[in-house]
């Protein structure tokens, strides 16, 4: 998933520690999970689901084909949350031992859910006799509840048609739970093929093979040949138009959007022949692009064979396709070789800042990813700034918590400053060849920290000895901030943009002589590193000069907007406003929310904003601004 150039820290809302932080965290044991995965695995999931839009639920079955671990194993535990079960049944050769000539029988099985926790959900328990088969297949069916985490939908009006109404998911990190009950850990793997019945005039879509040839009936349905862990399964249904954007890729979005989209993306075909050249073959067929509406919570989500994408980095000059580079870049590091567990999250997050960093240096040149990688190190400067020591290490203890709130810049940022580390130390041409080893060694796996670093060892440490320790190693991994000989990026083109604010706000250089040949980046390093105070009239100058006002740009709006507030400039809080209300990417939003939340009459504000905004976003970044906004209630929630 990509947060972005300025990834924010939530608080926890306030959950117990209990005494988990005294005991030492067992590698590869997935504490956001109640499946007994050392007893039994999934290993394909058959989903047939009817999608209501009106009524806002998913019902229907998920038939899950299990390889049984223990035959002495007595009950199946899956990950459920706010899900209505009403049946669980088993095929009956697995009860029976025998098979009624062509025909399935199902039989009804005990289950119960468990209590549920705040964060985890209802364990659901299903009692399933000792066998020595070694694989057998259930059947749930059961409902959504129209406030599933996972889920939005968004009524036409929220659409950039406005004429039908939309639904998609997002499951990371442990969303999947809320629509479908499974074995909700990235560790285990699994092929899914999925029937969606919906309404006969909207277009469904999922992270599996699409035809976007099929005509609109309302039937839909979708293969997906490799295994993947659940928080890849995805889903959307929509008013969608398909544009080809090259043999490979193609752009789904609503009508008013899609001609912008296949434009401003039409480097994705360049973009996977220069990673393949780089990390390996792409192995997943094709790769296109989702655009949803403005409400998707985060820039991208990398579901194989369909990204997808927030709209708001179609900035109309391709300066904001870093993140088309980064959900690519997953289709290796994290859809490929996957985070065992969500405290091994910059194993996935890492390598794909370091990958799109050099995917966006051979498609737009070094220059470009040089100043994106300054901004990114500026944006960790702020995250380790505000946490706690032991959230600034890479493998970060999330016991008690929910990972969704603790993501921060850390796994991204930091963890593409290690991987440059090693590249610096070992020389770039043994780096490529240790990361397209370590591609094909663990393609469709699931690893641990403690596997990376063996792995690490044992094929660049110790093949080139006397270069980096083990120790060192362990510095980044397990070690707050940065280490001192930690490799920081530079960019000379940064430099004239520093020289120009200084004289600017020094008095002797004028907006109007102002070089008119920056780039986004330099625009967003311009902003980000103004003085805490401006006066009005400096303000006013820069926006009449350059309209940050009405920017096209939303990520060089959101840097406009955090000056507005931070300075209390009346004549932009009109466009934050609007700004607030139609955009629900948590990149954007939260550091204006949390900005807002330091004044009196800002607090007012963004309470009032929020009001009007809160229906319309994602139940994701609704956990999120409540937080921020109303922290006692967000609490009260829970
Ligand atoms: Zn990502």
């Given at each position: 998933?990509?947060?972005?150039?300025?990834?924010?820290?939530?608080a926890?809302?306030?959950?117990?520690a209990?005494?988990?932080?005294?005991?030492?965290?067992?590698?590869?044991?997935?504490?956001?999970?109640?499946?007994?995965?050392?007893?039994?695995?999934?290993?394909?999931?058959?989903?047939?689901?009817?999608v209501?839009?009106?009524?806002?639920?998913?019902?229907?079955?998920?038939?899950?084909e299990?390889?049984?671990?223990?035959p002495?194993?007595?009950?199946l535990?899956?990950?459920?949350?706010?899900?209505?079960i009403?049946?669980v049944s088993?095929?009956?050769?697995?009860?029976?031992?025998?098979t009624?000539?062509?025909?399935t029988?199902w039989?009804?099985?005990p289950?119960?859910?468990?209590?549920?926790?705040?964060?985890?959900?209802s364990?659901?328990?299903?009692?399933l006799?000792?066998?020595?088969?070694?694989?057998?297949?259930?059947r749930?069916?059961?409902?959504?509840?129209?406030?599933a985490?996972a889920?939005?939908w968004?009524?036409?009006?929220q659409?950039?048609?406005?004429?039908k109404?939309?639904?998609?998911?997002?499951?990371?990190?442990?969303?999947?739970?809320t629509?479908?009950?499974?074995?909700?850990?990235?560790?285990?793997?699994?092929?899914?093929?999925?029937?969606i019945?919906?309404?006969?005039?909207?277009?469904?879509?999922m992270?599996a093979?699409?035809?976007?040839?099929?005509?609109?009936?309302?039937?839909?349905a979708?293969?997906?040949?490799?295994?993947?862990p659940?928080?890849?399964?995805?889903?959307?249904?929509?008013?969608?138009?398909?544009?080809?954007?090259?043999?490979?890729?193609?752009v789904y979005a609503?009508?008013?959007?899609?001609?912008?989209?296949a434009?401003?993306?039409?480097?994705?075909?360049?973009?996977?022949?220069?990673s393949?050249?780089?990390?390996g073959p792409?192995?997943?067929?094709?790769?296109d692009?989702?655009?949803?509406?403005?409400?998707?919570?985060?820039?991208?989500m990398?579901?194989?064979?369909?990204?997808?994408?927030t709209?708001?980095?179609?900035?109309?000059?391709k300066s904001?396709?870093?993140?088309?580079?980064?959900?690519?870049?997953?289709?290796?590091?994290?859809?490929?070789?996957t985070?065992?567990?969500?405290?091994?999250?910059?194993?996935?997050?890492?390598f794909?800042?370091?990958l799109?960093s050099?995917?966006?240096?051979v498609?737009?040149?070094?220059?470009?990813?040089?100043?994106?990688r300054?901004?990114?190190?500026?944006?960790?400067?702020?995250?380790?700034a505000r946490?706690?020591p032991?959230?600034?290490?890479?493998?970060?203890?999330l016991?008690?918590?929910?990972?969704d709130?603790?993501?921060?810049?850390?796994?991204?940022?930091?963890?593409?400053?290690f991987?440059?580390?090693?590249?610096?130390?070992?020389g770039?041409d043994?780096?490529?060849?240790f990361?397209?080893?370590?591609?094909d060694?663990?393609?469709?796996?699931?690893?641990?920290?403690e596997q990376?670093?063996?792995?690490?060892?044992?094929?660049?440490l110790?093949?080139?000895?006397g270069i980096?320790?083990h120790?060192q190693?362990?510095?980044w991994?397990?070690?707050?901030?940065?280490?001192?000989?930690a490799?920081?990026?530079?960019?000379s083109?940064?430099?004239?943009?520093?020289d120009a604010?200084?004289a600017?706000l020094?008095?002797?250089?004028q907006?109007?002589?102002?070089?008119?040949?920056?780039?986004?980046q330099?625009?967003?390093h311009?902003l980000?590193?103004?003085?805490?105070?401006?006066?009005?009239?400096?303000?006013?100058d820069?926006?009449?000069?350059?309209?940050?006002t009405h920017?096209?740009?939303?990520?060089?709006?959101r840097?406009?907007?955090?000056l507005?507030?931070?300075?209390?400039?009346?004549?932009?809080?009109?466009r934050?406003?609007?700004?607030?209300?139609?955009?629900?990417?948590?990149?954007?939003?939260?550091?204006?929310y949390?900005d807002?939340?330091?004044?009196?009459?800002?607090?007012?504000f963004?309470?009032?904003?929020?009001?009007?905004?809160?229906?319309?976003y994602?139940?994701?970044?609704?956990?999120?601004?409540?937080?921020?906004?109303n922290?006692?209630?967000?609490?009260?929630?829970?």
């Amino acid at each position: 998933m990509r947060i972005g150039v300025a990834g924010l820290v939530l608080a926890c809302t306030g959950l117990p520690a209990a005494g988990a932080e005294l005991s030492p965290i067992e590698p590869g044991l997935d504490y956001h999970s109640f499946a007994n995965v050392d007893q039994f695995r999934v290993t394909h999931v058959e989903l047939d689901l009817r999608v209501d839009l009106e009524s806002k639920v998913i019902g229907g079955t998920v038939g899950l084909e299990l390889k049984r671990l223990d035959p002495r194993a007595t009950q199946l535990v899956l990950d459920t949350k706010d899900l209505m079960i009403n049946d669980v049944s088993q095929k009956a050769t697995d009860v029976l031992g025998a098979t009624a000539k062509n025909q399935t029988i199902w039989v009804s099985r005990p289950f119960h859910l468990e209590k549920p926790d705040p964060i985890l959900g209802s364990a659901l328990v299903i009692d399933l006799p000792p066998t020595r088969k070694t694989v057998e297949a259930i059947r749930i069916d059961y409902e959504t509840v129209p406030t599933a985490a996972a889920l939005q939908w968004l009524t036409p009006k929220q659409t950039a048609g406005r004429h039908k109404a939309f639904l998609y998911t997002q499951s990371e990190p442990i969303g999947a739970r809320t629509w479908i009950p499974l074995q909700d850990t990235p560790q285990v793997r699994a092929t899914y093929k999925a029937r969606i019945h919906t309404d006969s005039d909207v277009v469904a879509v999922m992270s599996a093979e699409n035809d976007p040839t099929h005509k609109r009936n309302g039937e839909y349905a979708f293969v997906m040949p490799q295994a993947i862990p659940s928080y890849l399964i995805a889903l959307a249904v929509g008013d969608l138009k398909f544009k080809e954007t090259g043999p490979r890729t193609g752009v789904y979005a609503e009508a008013p959007v899609v001609k912008a989209a296949a434009k401003e993306f039409a480097d994705t075909e360049s973009m996977i022949a220069a990673s393949e050249k780089l990390f390996g073959p792409y192995r997943w067929t094709r790769y296109d692009i989702l655009v949803l509406p403005p409400s998707f919570p985060v820039g991208g989500m990398e579901n194989p064979r369909l990204s997808f994408i927030t709209p708001t980095v179609i900035a109309g000059d391709k300066s904001l396709v870093s993140v088309i580079a980064h959900e690519l870049a997953h289709s290796w590091s994290g859809n490929l070789v996957t985070n065992a567990t969500w405290r091994d999250l910059w194993l996935n997050e890492a390598f794909t800042v370091y990958l799109e960093s050099r995917i966006t240096a051979v498609v737009y040149g070094e220059q470009r990813a040089a100043m994106e990688r300054v901004l990114g190190l500026q944006s960790l400067r702020k995250d380790l700034a505000r946490l706690p020591p032991k959230d600034q290490v890479l493998a970060i203890d999330l016991r008690d918590r929910d990972p969704d709130l603790v993501f921060s810049d850390v796994p991204y940022q930091k963890g593409r400053l290690f991987l440059g580390y090693l590249e610096a130390k070992f020389g770039r041409d043994h780096f490529d060849a240790f990361l397209r080893g370590y591609f094909d060694h663990f393609a469709f796996k699931s690893i641990t920290t403690e596997q990376f670093n063996q792995y690490l060892t044992e094929n660049l440490l110790d093949r080139f000895p006397g270069i980096v320790t083990h120790q060192q190693v362990l510095a980044w991994v397990n070690g707050p901030g940065l280490p001192a000989d930690a490799v920081l990026p530079v960019s000379s083109a940064f430099s004239r943009v520093d020289d120009a604010r200084a004289a600017w706000l020094a008095g002797t250089l004028q907006v109007k002589n102002f070089d008119r040949d920056w780039v986004t980046q330099q625009w967003l390093h311009f902003l980000d590193n103004m003085p805490a105070a401006l006066s009005a009239a400096q303000l006013g100058d820069l926006d009449q000069a350059f309209g940050f006002t009405h920017s096209r740009n939303a990520q060089i709006e959101r840097s406009w907007l955090e000056l507005v507030i931070r300075n209390n400039y009346r004549p932009g809080f009109a466009r934050l406003e609007e700004y607030l209300t139609n955009i629900g990417r948590r990149l954007l939003i939260e550091p204006l929310y949390t900005d807002l939340m330091k004044t009196p009459s800002g607090a007012e504000f963004a309470k009032r904003a929020y009001g009007k905004a809160r229906p319309g976003y994602h139940p994701e970044t609704v956990a999120a601004i409540d937080a921020i906004v109303n922290p006692t209630a967000a609490e009260g929630s829970e």
